[in-house]
Nanobody
């Protein structure tokens, strides 16, 4: 497994942008899935976006056209560019990597708050 550290969260007004970054402690070039999830307190963690090893990108419908995921297998990072942010995007965002023998690595999360 790898250790994951997210950064880039913060407070932004509706319509604004943020870029989240996740740095892995090891090489991710062979890791099948690098993904972002988010969770609101009291609710289940939900999938946001994935970049798989083959280059395929997947998004939850609510962020399509606004969020862009990208992975850099040289820098061992995965980023999430978030544009046109809405209050309903407020959540703690988590980076996920794997699988590693059936298990996944998770970061500690970074908080995104969209509010005027």
């Amino acid at each position: 497994q790898v250790q994951l550290v997210e950064s880039g969260g913060g407070l932004v007004q509706p319509g604004g942008s943020l870029r989240l970054s996740c740095v892995a402690s090891g090489n991710i070039s062979s890791v099948y899935s690098m993904a972002w999830y988010r969770q609101v307190t009291g609710k289940q963690r939900e999938f946001v976006a994935q970049a798989n090893k083959a280059g395929s990108l997947t998004y939850i419908d609510s962020v399509k056209g606004r969020f862009t995921i990208s992975r850099d297998n040289v820098k061992n990072t995965v980023s999430l560019q978030m544009n046109d942010l809405k209050p309903e995007d407020t959540a703690t965002y988590y980076c996920k990597a794997g699988p590693f023998h059936g298990a996944y690595s998770w970061g500690e999360g970074t908080l995104v708050t969209v509010s005027s």
